[in-house]
């Protein structure tokens, strides 16, 4: 089906034919950069599809997808560039949310442990400032009643 993919016109794409999320989780568990990318670009069609009206169940993106997609960056053994990457997608998720056009994104404690979880698994010496600075954030949020 990734071959096909952009064949399908966005807008177009069928739930019950493409399973986004059953696609998107097997190639999370490849544990590879190939995986983490492939990942992401089902949740960005994800967000096409949703943005050109294709609202249907099993299409619109959701917080289980943009966690997935972390977590296979986590998993990518691709280090500070798989948890930069990780961490641009969980700020892409809270700009979503907060736009008021995906009210359903709002990052959960979930998302937040895998950003923290491909920070420590980069082997990057300033993870561990960086994991605290998202654990910050997190509590920010979390006081301000933007709670999971």
Do not use: C
């Not at 999320?21 to 950069?33: D, E, H, R, Y």
């Amino acid at each position: 089906m990734n071959r096909r993919l952009p064949e399908v016109p966005v807008g177009e794409l069928d739930p019950a034919a493409v399973p986004i999320s059953a696609i998107m989780n097997g190639w999370a568990k490849t544990k590879s950069s190939e995986g983490a990318t492939m990942v992401e670009m089902w949740l960005r069609r994800s967000q096409e599809e949703y943005d050109a009206g294709n609202r249907r169940p099993g299409i619109a993106p959701t917080t289980k997808m943009f966690t997935m997609t972390v977590d296979a960056y986590a998993k990518s053994n691709e280090g500070s560039k798989a948890a930069q990457r990780a961490e641009e997608l969980l700020q892409r998720m809270h700009e979503m949310h907060r736009s008021g056009r995906y009210e359903n994104l709002k990052p959960t404690t979930g998302i937040f442990n895998a950003v923290i979880n491909a920070w420590a698994r980069s082997g990057d010496k300033m993870a561990p400032v960086r994991a605290e600075q998202i654990l910050d954030w997190m509590e920010k949020l979390y006081k301000a009643g933007d709670r999971d």
